[in-house]
């Protein structure tokens, strides 16, 4: 097994390990690189349905998405398809995120397999939410570790959003009901390293607690901002048969859409869903 950086704040390849022959000793190994990465991207793996479920819940326990229709005899995963002939230039997770932080235990990490993928383009960024932090002043870090933020997937999900049209190949779940909403720590600590990170997004977190959207907005934006600076990130280029594994308790992600006339299939696992631990005391 070799290890190879991505960049130097985010972000790890693996290569010359098959996934499907896991031994505990390796597993360790590949936790660790996860905590120090964040980020870690397989290569040249080979999954059906079934063993992509398996070497994930290996890592973590698996859940079904809150708005998305998973694969037919294995719900926990979701097809994210855009088909070459597609003309909406949307794609899925097309914008900076942290996967369903509207819920009020949001995964973890999330699983992202390549079935299919253009020969050039439709890469996703990532960004590292440690580093964002660790770039404010005490001040601020000191202000913002006893907030929390609310986290709602009306916007994106909810009634009247554009989404479910403009995803031609992606059907949304009708069983869902109202918009899901939580209220999340600002500042959160991952457990299995003991770090805070800045740990809000520009998709689902809509104010502070306490505050109108108003007031929220500019220190919102600058937050995000900060979020995503260029040296805070890495880039995967994908390849059929890389799976990316990635941390949601410290890192945001942007898949981008530079691939028309190309098809485009992946599917996505939600592991372990989390409650965030406030960093407020945890010093």
Not at 186 to 205: E, Y
């Amino acid at each position: 097994m070799i290890i190879k950086p991505l960049s130097g704040s985010i972000g790890a390849e693996v290569f010359d390990l098959d996934l499907n022959s896991l031994d505990g000793a390796t597993l360790h190994m590949l936790e660790v690189a996860f905590n120090e990465h964040l980020v870690l991207c397989f290569r040249e793996q080979d999954f059906s349905p079934a063993k992509l479920l398996s070497v994930s819940r290996a890592f973590a326990s698996v859940g079904r998405s809150q708005h998305l229709l998973g694969m037919k005899g294995y719900p926990e995963i979701v097809p994210v398809v855009k088909e070459a002939g597609e003309i909406s230039p949307t794609v899925f997770g097309g914008n900076w995120h942290t996967d369903s932080t509207f819920l009020s235990a949001p995964p973890s990490r999330t699983f992202l397999y390549a079935v299919d993928c253009p020969a050039v383009g439709g890469d996703t960024l990532f960004s590292n939410l440690y580093l964002a932090y660790e770039s404010l002043s005490p001040g601020l870090q000191g202000l913002l570790e006893g907030v929390r933020a609310v986290h709602s997937s009306a916007g994106v999900y909810g009634e009247g959003s554009e989404l479910d049209s403009q995803l031609e190949n992606m059907k949304l779940r009708k069983d869902v009901g109202d918009a899901l909403s939580a209220l999340h720590p600002v500042i959160r600590v991952n457990p299995a390293t003991g770090k805070f990170a800045l740990w809000i997004n520009p998709l689902f977190v809509s104010s502070f607690e306490a505050m109108s959207v108003e007031e929220s907005q500019q220190i919102l934006g600058y937050l995000n901002s900060i979020a995503v600076t260029p040296s805070y990130t890495c880039r995967v280029r994908w390849e059929k048969g890389t799976l990316v594994m990635w941390d949601n308790r410290c890192t945001q992600h942007c898949a981008l859409s530079d691939y028309s006339g190309s098809r485009r299939e992946m599917w996505r696992i939600e592991g372990e869903h989390e409650i965030p631990i406030p960093a407020v005391g945890q010093r």
